[in-house]
């Protein structure tokens, strides 16, 4: 049973799925234009604003593991 959630977790942590991360109002505005340049700058920079949060909470989830870890030991 264990082998079989960390197996899960592990295909769970690698499959991706392509996502448009763009409200209806920005993607209103950017389909209209020719380029998709700016289309693609604003995609990649939601993604980037919503990356920050989740890795500084796994950053601190670290450092609380590995304190109460080190105060066992």
């Known amino acids: 049973m264990k082998k079989a959630l960390i ?18 109002m920005c993607r209103a505005v950017l389909e209209s234009e020719e380029g998709q340049a700016q289309a693609e700058g604003i995609n990649n920079g939601i993604v980037y604003l919503m990356a920050i949060p989740y890795i500084l909470v796994a950053g601190i989830g670290i450092l609380i593991y590995r304190n109460f870890r080190a105060k066992k030991n």
């Open 7 to 24: 197996f899960t977790s592990i295909i769970m942590l690698f499959y991706t799925l392509p996502a448009e991360a763009q409200c209806a």
